[in-house]
């Protein structure tokens, strides 16, 4: 079973930076697509950003483009997102996971969730 651990949460102000990490363990990270989804109490869990095995390459959600960056390191077997100009309504509860196959864009996707780690921005 692969273990998903998020990290880097916490309380900002608007405008500010936030950059979330995603350890895994077991296979290397490029083994994986990765994604970053966000969920706030009683809506679904929405994808923000995703980067395919292999080659890299990533998507993004409409209302972070230009603002957030994913990546990896595989060095550091760690992934990671980070999060410039943030916004009160990017308010929520982070999730890192991740997938063998499948479209980056998916929830149905990915295979390996971790616990989340909330974000809040003040305004």
């Known amino acids: 079973q692969v273990q998903v651990v998020e990290s880097g949460g916490g309380l900002v102000q608007a405008g500010g930076s936030l950059r979330l990490s995603c350890a895994a363990s077991?296979?290397?990270?490029?083994?994986?697509?990765m994604g970053w989804f966000r969920q706030v109490p009683g809506k679904e869990r929405d994808f923000v950003a995703g980067?395919?095995?292999?080659?890299?390459?990533?998507y993004y959600a409409d209302s972070v483009k230009g603002r957030f960056t994913i990546s990896r390191d595989k060095a550091k077997n760690t992934g990671y997102l980070q999060m410039n100009s943030l916004k009160p309504e990017d308010t929520a509860v982070y999730y890192c996971?991740?997938?063998?196959?499948?479209?980056?864009?998916?929830?149905?996707?990915?295979?390996?969730w971790g616990q989340g780690t909330q974000v809040t921005v003040s305004s």
């Open positions: 996971a991740l997938s063998w196959a499948g479209d980056p864009r998916l929830r149905r996707s990915y295979d390996y």
């Open positions: 077991g296979r290397t990270f490029s083994s994986y697509t």
């Open positions: 980067i395919s095995r292999g080659i890299g390459t990533t």
